[in-house]
């Protein structure tokens, strides 16, 4: 039942705001990562993996918040150990989940997006 358009466009959102976020994350640590190297595949390659991880985390840790969000009516009082179980296996369940079956969401565009950007940073600067 949550194949409905607006879910899906949530689900959608989601992930556009995860590679937002995570592209602007990896540009942000470009210089710190490439510091030093000459060769520009290496450049690319390392800027690509790193912004391949910060997508992944950013978009699971959103998703991570929604859930937590959801299922707060159901959790313990705040800062408990209960509550602080809860939290722990909620966001690791969300991860999980996401890891699992979200990902795919993404998609090729993704990766020709994350790619496209980090030729781009990585270019000879004058």
Known sequence: GWQNPSKIFL???????????????????DDLVTKGLKRRGLRIALVFLLAIILVIGFTSGLLAIQYRL?????????????????????TLGAIA????????????GALIIIFGTCWWATRTRH
């Open 70 to 90: 959801y299922y707060a009516q159901w959790h313990e009082p705040f800062l408990s150990r209960t509550w602080m179980f809860q939290l722990f296996f909620t």
């Open 97 to 108: 989940q996401y890891g699992i079956f979200g990902i795919r969401y993404h998609g090729i």
């Open 11 to 29: 689900v959608g959102l989601f992930s556009a705001a995860g590679l937002g976020l995570g592209l602007l994350a990896a540009l942000h640590a």
